[in-house]
């Protein structure tokens, strides 16, 4: 199975600040990769899907970008409702997670 | 709004088994492919199984093949998952999920908040 290796695990920051979460599969996957964001007690949240594209009425803020082995999911300006613990998806072929990033707002 | 609501989760002992109920609402259940993700307490999301729109086909995590079946009703709006011989690593919220096709392949675009499965004795 294809594994995928978020970093940070978890990372505190700012209002405002701009946010970087990585994301490494262990073999090529092209464009086949999700980010998802999860509050505690809910449903993940579908963000970015194909790498890149924002799901609709996802904010503007998220971005996605990657392609192969290495992605990442920017958030332009933090804001105080984007607490919580994203992870990464791989869909070239069954699916599989990422170990998860827990954003934390200062 | 689309809308998953799963049930049956409860503590069982080891070699036990359930069987776990979605009930989906506000879509057009019989036209999408759905699947059951767990998340074990502190983990991230793992796939478990996935069932196509007439259920003649279906795909499970190695982990779970031989005990685990996942199944539908289209007439009724539901997914299920019959669970036997559980063991304490099945242990975790069961989430049904819709798939939605992207150009790379397949994800998941709604999920159910979960029902709990704790295997112990």
């Known amino acids: 199975a294809i594994q995928l290796t978020q970093s940070p695990s978890s990372l505190s920051a700012s209002v405002g600040d701009r946010v970087t979460i990585t994301c490494r599969a262990s073999?090529?996957?092209?464009?086949?990769l999700a980010w998802y964001q999860q509050k505690p007690g809910k449903a993940p949240n579908l963000l970015i899907y194909?790498?890149?594209s924002l799901e609709t009425g996802v904010p503007s803020r998220f971005s996605g970008s990657g392609s192969g082995t290495d992605f990442t999911l920017t958030i332009s300006s933090l804001q105080p409702e984007d607490f919580g613990t994203y992870y990464c998806?791989?869909?070239?072929?069954?699916?599989?997670f990422g170990q998860g990033t827990r954003l934390e707002i200062k | 709004e689309v809308r998953l609501v799963e049930s049956g989760g409860n503590l069982v002992q080891p070699g036990g088994s359930l069987r776990l109920s979605c009930a989906a609402s506000?879509?057009?259940?019989?036209?999408?492919?759905m699947s059951w993700v767990r998340q074990a307490p502190g983990k991230g999301p793992e796939w478990v199984a996935s069932?196509?729109?007439?259920?003649?086909?279906?795909y499970y995590v190695d982990s779970v093949k031989g005990r685990i079946t996942i199944s539908r009703d289209n007439a009724k709006n539901s997914l299920f998952l019959q669970m036997n011989s559980l063991r304490a690593e099945d242990t975790a919220v069961y989430h049904c999920?819709?798939?939605?096709?992207?150009?790379?392949?397949?994800?998941?675009?709604?999920w159910g908040q979960g029902t709990l499965v704790t295997v112990s004795s």
């Open positions: 999920a819709r798939h939605m096709i992207a150009a790379s392949g397949t994800l998941f675009d709604y």
């Open positions: 506000e879509f057009t259940f019989s036209r999408y492919w």
């Open positions: 069932i196509n729109q007439d259920g003649s086909k279906t």
């Open positions: 073999q090529g996957i092209g464009s086949g």
């Open positions: 194909d790498a890149s």
């Open positions: 998806q791989q869909f070239n072929g069954y699916p599989t």
